[in-house]
């Protein structure tokens, strides 16, 4: 498989590493084409038609990015097919989520709003390109980083951290009101930052720029689930009705689990099934390498 050159860290690849990156790029254009006779409306492009609740596409965003890049990334022996093949999914769901919250809670909400079902669909396309551009400029602050891996870490430690420990406690909490998820994702960055900020100024110094990552991380996750759980009870919490589909136990009759797997007779989309083949795809690529 893949190795580093001895003189410098030059990138040598061999058949089987272009063979998996052929793969990934087939299987996940061949997806996008097949998928794309499905969508007819903006719900269908950002949510997939509501076919299944909030939590569940919640859980899958944020496993799709640990599960990529804490998982695979830190397998030496994936050597760096396996970390780039892992960056590229993160970054799929990142600009997939990007895209949604763009077009959906800022563009329709605040810019433009009552237009037209297309429009919106037009708007997430454009939305989607201007990810992908976004993230490709961020290659220029990654090279001021020794490895990836520590600006991965880093950026994990900055943003997905706090925003994994509000979705949690929203996700489950039904109490929890919108300022709180806004302050708590707020304070959870911000102790993250100040952290990162007292160890590059040298003013508290870890061991190294992956171990601040890592208190980094658990600071912005404590302080945002802190802070979420002070600033409810001090706010007004949104009714029920607006909850459903959204918070765990309040799925409603249309969205609940038992309604979904029955109307789902389509094998390619149902939960269960996908996700124990994901399982087991996971132990026959691990199991060689214990």
Do not use: C
Request: a positive charge; zero cysteines; proline letters at 2%.
């Amino acid at each position: 498989m893949t190795v580093l050159a001895a003189s410098g860290l030059r990138l040598n690849l061999d058949i089987f590493d272009y063979l998996i990156l052929v793969l990934y790029f087939a299987t996940v254009l061949g997806v996008g084409f097949a998928a794309r006779r499905a969508i007819r409306t903006s719900a269908d492009f950002f949510l997939s038609g509501r076919s299944m609740p909030a939590w569940v596409t919640g859980l899958a965003f944020v496993s799709a990015n640990l599960g990529a890049l804490e998982i695979i990334g830190l397998v030496k022996v994936g050597g760096w097919t396996g970390l780039v093949a892992s960056f590229m999914a993160g970054m799929a769901a990142n600009v997939s989520g990007f895209n949604t919250v763009f077009t959906y809670d800022l563009w329709q909400s605040y810019v433009r709003k009552d237009r037209s079902d297309d429009y919106y669909l037009r708007v997430g396309r454009y939305a989607t390109i201007g990810g992908v551009v976004i993230g490709i400029g961020t290659a220029f602050i990654a090279a001021g980083f020794s490895n990836i891996m520590n600006y991965i870490q880093a950026l994990f430690s900055l943003f997905n951290a706090p925003l994994f420990a509000t979705f949690i406690v929203g996700m489950f909490w039904k109490r929890m009101s919108a300022w709180a998820g806004f302050w708590s994702l707020v304070s959870g960055t911000v102790a993250s930052l100040t952290l990162y900020l007292l160890h590059t100024t040298k003013v508290y110094a870890f061991n190294s720029d992956l171990e601040e990552s890592f208190w980094g991380a658990g600071l912005a996750f404590v302080t945002a689930v802190l802070v979420a759980y002070l600033v409810t009870l001090g706010t007004q919490a949104k009714p029920e009705g607006e909850l459903r589909g959204l918070v765990y136990g309040l799925a409603g009759a249309s969205a609940s689990g038992e309604v979904i797997l029955a109307a789902d007779k389509v094998w390619w989309r149902n939960p269960i099934l996908l996700g124990g083949i994901a399982v087991g795809l996971a132990l026959v690529l691990y199991i060689p390498f214990w």
